[in-house]
């Protein structure tokens, strides 16, 4: 190379044989440097001023680049931590194993990392998914912490099934709130909480690490409206008072505030204040039913990072717009 072109770290001809040695030919930015006989720093610089001016653009020929987009685009709309973004089937979109699947890698990787000790966890079919997901661990350290009451139905993926299979599936312990998720309209709920089980339990709930989260919606697709709510308490009395879903059997509206209706102050498990303070709280939600209430969350704060599909990622960005 001429030594003009050595003294002119913008001429193209210079960046263009920096970077036709770096990216073409695979050589790192010292060899690159001694075979032009410049430094490393100058090597760096004329990378960089290629990318930036455009000489050099990267493009990823691979489908995943469309989900990478979407967490990004998502992780940026709804300002979170982290958006993990899994492939869905457009054909027949299941709303449960795609999110069960990646938020099984997403603990699993955390968990081997010794991230967290303590991890609450709350109910439903997309738990149940992730738990046939996961590794068989040996983590007798770890606690998993039951966020809410539960119901006498759906055994498998209600909040005592789902607490015990992730122990027997991480070789953990387990902590259950034995107590129903509702108690009547006509019980004191202080009075019932004031119980020391439950205090200890709740106490559990202030130091975890990690809580993981689904979402609930007001259709007939919800366990929790059609096997748990109290049978006086329907989907259009809930809707009424401007209710999009729930998160922890709190019912919200479209801004993440709780409704004015009985049902919340008859709901036994964290409250979301509560919730709000847990250093991580990972969402796990797909489907067109529950684009309102995931967004609802997370306007309340209660998400730092979410877990869904790319449909439904698709319909939260155009609900967003």
Request: hydrophobic fraction near 45%.
């Amino acid at each position: 190379m001429s030594n003009e072109l050595h003294n002119d770290s913008e001429s193209e001809a210079f960046l263009a044989e920096v970077c036709w040695h770096y990216f073409i030919n695979e050589m790192t930015q010292s060899e690159v440097a001694r075979l032009l006989g410049i430094t490393r720093l100058r090597v760096n610089q004329a990378i960089k001023t290629a990318r930036e001016t455009g000489l050099v653009r990267v493009e990823i020929q691979s489908f995943h680049t469309t989900r990478l987009s979407l967490q990004q685009r998502l992780k940026n709309r709804l300002d979170l931590a982290e958006v993990i973004v899994a492939p869905a089937n457009r054909e027949a979109h299941d709303y449960h194993q795609p999110v069960g699947a990646a938020l099984a890698a997403l603990l699993a990787n955390g968990l081997r990392e010794g991230q967290w000790k303590s991890i609450g966890v709350s109910w439903g079919m997309t738990l149940k998914n992730t738990i046939t997901r996961l590794p068989r661990l040996s983590l007798p350290e770890v606690e998993i912490v039951s966020m809410i009451g539960g119901t006498s139905e759906g055994a498998s993926f209600n909040a005592f099934g789902v607490a015990s299979g992730f122990a027997d599936r991480l070789g953990a312990k387990y902590a259950l709130f034995a107590a129903p998720i509702y108690l009547s309209p006509s019980a004191d709920r202080s009075i019932f909480l004031s119980d020391a089980v439950f205090q200890r339990h709740l106490k559990k709930l202030t130091i975890l690490d990690v809580a993981v989260l689904v979402a609930g919606d007001l259709s007939d697709k919800s366990f929790l409206m059609s096997s748990a709510v109290p049978p006086h308490v329907t989907a259009d009395d809930l809707a009424a008072k401007g209710a999009v879903g729930d998160i922890l059997g709190r019912f919200l509206n479209a801004h993440g505030n709780e409704i004015d209706h009985e049902i919340n102050s008859c709901a036994v498990g964290m409250d979301l204040e509560e919730l709000s303070k847990v250093p991580e709280r990972v969402l796990a939600a797909a489907g067109k039913h529950k684009v309102e209430i995931i967004i609802a969350a997370i306007r309340r704060g209660l998400v730092t990072t979410l877990v869904t599909d790319d449909i439904t990622a698709e319909l939260i960005l155009e609900k967003l717009e």
